[in-house]
């Protein structure tokens, strides 16, 4: 009965929709990620190949959230940071291009990785709006395969986040306007990029998504 | 039950696994400054997701606990430290690989 309604659920999605979609439905477009049915992910510190130089942080700061939503168990970020440290293995263009990542299933258990990459940060002076450019990859550390990636050109209106509320603007203004903001555009672009993301083990529609269409794999859009 | 199918799934802010409150706000705080204030900061919001967890699930969320007891250990609460990364492992086995390692760090 519980199935049937998640099927009825999901075929209701597809009617409904969510934004653009490519001509392939989530089996099809994430394969290997039903096939491989990866449950723990490894977050790398992101490539910042942008301007802004705390772009680094806002992303990874902003990463777990999303994919714990869709299921996932992610592996404890400040721990693992500390050991990535350790390892001298924090800088992830040593890694990204490597056929073999076995050595994150070893020490971590992780099924999958993901590395992303901020190409572009800009902002515009009169606009409040912020235009990222970033990839995102993941990556099976049991065939180095690459089982899901996406590539977003995300505009974001940030004149919005603060809310409408004079005074709690004013008071956020006093603490810190520009990371809270940019905090923001970091969330909203992540958030929009795993929405197409497989449920893993941890939700409910775990499985269940397979007919789904799958959204496009080199996006544009205005939040 | 389409309409009802769409309010459980519109494009705006569906409910989540689990609820983060201000969690993220005060990891980048954290990572950026490093400082006591920021520390404060994230201990509070490991504490409200654990304890006040507004989720679809009602389970603590991944992780949690093993870097909630990873900020006790930093600042010198080793039982407590150690109870919080024992209790990440019970509730997520998948993380015993990696939380056993640190364990048998923190003996050494």
Redesign the interface.
Known sequence: MKQSIYL??SA??L??G??TTSKLNKAQAYKGMYEEKP??VLIMPPINRSTNV?AK??F???L??PI??A??????????M??LKRESAYDSELFIERPSLKIFN????ADIILFTKINKWDKSSLASRVTVEVEYILKSTHTGEILYSRKGTISYNTSVSTGNNFLLNIAASAINTA??KY?DVA?AANNYIFTDLPKGK???MFGLDKAEMAGLKVIKVRL | MCIVAFAFYSCSTPKGLYSFDKYQQASYNYLKKADEKSINEIMVQYQKIITKQKGIRKVTPPGMFADYGFFLIQRGDLNKGKENLNKEILLYPESKIFIDRILKLIEK
Not at chain 1, 71 to 80: A, D, H, K, Q
Not at chain 1, 106 to 109: A, D, L, S, T
């Open positions: 009825l659920l209701t999605l009617i409904v969510c934004g449950l723990s705390d942080e806002y990874h700061t902003t777990n959230v714990l939503n299921g996932y168990y992610v592996i404890p970020p400040f721990l693992s500390e050991i070893k020490i971590f258990g990371a809270t905090v969330k941890y939700s409910p």
